[in-house]
């Protein structure tokens, strides 16, 4: 295992295509429920008990290899929302064409052929991390991570946030990462899919259906 290859992984540099994605921090901004940094940080923090832990606890499954029709299928019954779920297997095609190149493994080219559409982005994570050598730790991390990474970028450029302030928010919310990482690997490790984490955001699924109609926005989600 190579910490490195985690620091690739997580890097919102890495070219798996998250960053044209808000996290629903687009549709908050315009309902007037994510105005400044107190707000950032409340949303953040429960995107991340939520959909974060939920992610997260996927993501770590697959790092330990578990069946990925199996976590497709539990992904899919957690996501209620249409947009969302095609947001998932949209940023899953990405997550899978840039682990394949950064880390080449016939586990990955079979979990492409496996999926021409795309599995659920954090199946393929699990899968990338697994790739790289890491653990189920290490990709629940990442995912915790990049829950509460891409609304604050993106509140930076939505509205102008000073992003020293944004920075701080996801230092704050380190011991909380943390926590959920924590919670997701140890369900993860329970080796049953219907055990792994279900938590629930209806007001992120909402917005998100009433975003992917809107004709011009900044995000793809």
Request: hydrophobic share 50%; net charge neutral; charged share 20%.
């Amino acid at each position: 295992m190579t910490r490195s290859a985690l620091l690739v992984l997580a890097d919102g540099r890495f070219p798996a295509g998250g960053h044209a994605h808000s996290g629903g921090a687009e549709a908050a901004v315009k309902a007037g429920r994510l105005r400044d940094a107190a707000d950032l940080e409340s949303f953040c923090r429960g995107r991340l008990h939520t959909t974060g832990l939920t992610a997260a606890g996927l993501a770590a499954a697959a790092a330990l290899g578990a069946d990925p029709h199996a976590l497709d299928e539990a992904a899919d019954a957690r996501t209620p929302s249409p947009a969302l779920r095609a947001t998932a297997r949209r940023l899953g095609r990405q997550m899978m064409r840039a682990a394949r190149a950064a880390w080449p493994s016939p586990e990955l080219d079979r979990l492409a052929a496996a999926f021409p559409r795309g599995a659920h982005q954090p199946v393929v994570l699990g899968a990338a991390a697994r790739a790289a050598g890491l653990g189920p730790e290490d990709a629940a991390h990442c995912v915790a991570y990049e829950t509460v990474s891409g609304p604050a970028t993106a509140a930076v450029r939505l509205l102008g946030l000073d992003p020293f302030q944004a920075t701080a928010v996801l230092a704050r919310l380190a011991p909380a990462m943390d926590e959920v990482a924590a919670r997701a690997t140890a369900a993860a490790r329970a080796g049953d899919p219907d055990a792994l984490p279900a938590a629930s955001a209806p007001l992120l699924d909402l917005t998100a259906e009433q975003h992917a109609t809107w004709p011009v926005r900044l995000f793809a989600s």
